[in-house]
């Protein structure tokens, strides 16, 4: 079965960094594009970013645009978020998810999250 | 970027019920919408794709509908389980995924 498993989240200091990875598990990693969505306490959904299946191509919501960089493993069936100049407005709990349908564009499969909280 | 505006925010209804969210796009966005249910502590699960095509897995009392701006998401006799948030989200613009405010369905 698919699985998703997040890891990296913490507690930081605004303008710090910080490495969130997603291990990958019961389907072809390497033919998928991924996402990382986050949900700040409360809050609704937000699409933060995507990779596509083989790395070439990334997107990000404008809000973390220079600041975040997107990344995969397809040898170890791993993605990443490379999170810098981290912000008070970026703690969320952040899912990482797997991307569904014809282009990638739906959110299928979900990992349980884990929670990035930016205060000093 | 394509704004989505879910309707109501939230709404109390009664097993057996039938429920219907309503989700408006700020342009036009063909059929690329989905549904999603989440509950709390836990992460969402897709329902509905290309507006009214059922994931699957997914019970018939759900179902979706729409084209262009305006979606609707409807739960025939509610049940017990189905207390959640539901959101919708539009995949017209493939570089720029967003998400409506979400909507909350209560006990009542």
């Known amino acids: 079965q698919v699985q998703l498993v997040e890891s990296g989240g913490g507690v930081v200091q605004p303008g710090r960094s910080l490495r969130l990875s997603c291990a990958a598990s019961?389907?072809?990693?390497?033919?998928?594009?991924m996402h990382w969505v986050r949900q700040a306490p409360g809050k609704g959904l937000e699409w933060v970013a995507v990779?596509?299946?083989?790395?070439?191509?990334?997107y990000y919501v404008d809000s973390v645009k220079g600041r975040f960089t997107i990344s995969r493993d397809n040898s170890r069936k791993t993605l990443y978020v490379q999170m810098n100049s981290l912000r008070a407005e970026d703690t969320a709990v952040y899912y990482c998810?797997?991307?569904?349908?014809?282009?990638?564009?739906?959110?299928?499969?979900w990992g349980q999250g884990t929670l990035v909280t930016v205060s000093s | 970027a394509i704004q989505l505006t879910q309707s109501p925010s939230s709404l109390s209804a009664s097993v057996g019920d039938r429920v219907t969210i309503t989700c408006r796009a700020s342009?036009?966005?063909?059929?690329?919408l989905a549904w999603y249910q989440q509950k709390p502590g836990k992460p969402p699960k897709l329902l509905i794709y290309?507006?009214?095509s059922l994931e699957s897995g997914v019970p018939p009392r759900f179902s979706g509908s729409g084209s262009g701006t305006d979606f609707t998401l409807t739960i025939t006799s509610l049940q017990p389980e189905d207390f959640a948030t539901y959101y919708c989200?539009?995949?017209?613009?493939?570089?720029?995924?967003?998400f409506g405010g979400g909507t909350k369905v209560e006990i009542k």
């Open positions: 990779i596509s299946y083989d790395g070439s191509n990334k």
């Open positions: 998810t797997r991307g569904g349908g014809d282009f990638g564009q739906l959110f299928d499969y």
């Open positions: 290309d507006a009214s």
């Open positions: 342009q036009d966005i063909n059929s690329g």
């Open positions: 019961g389907f072809t990693f390497s033919t998928y594009a």
């Open positions: 989200q539009q995949f017209h613009t493939y570089f720029l995924l967003t």
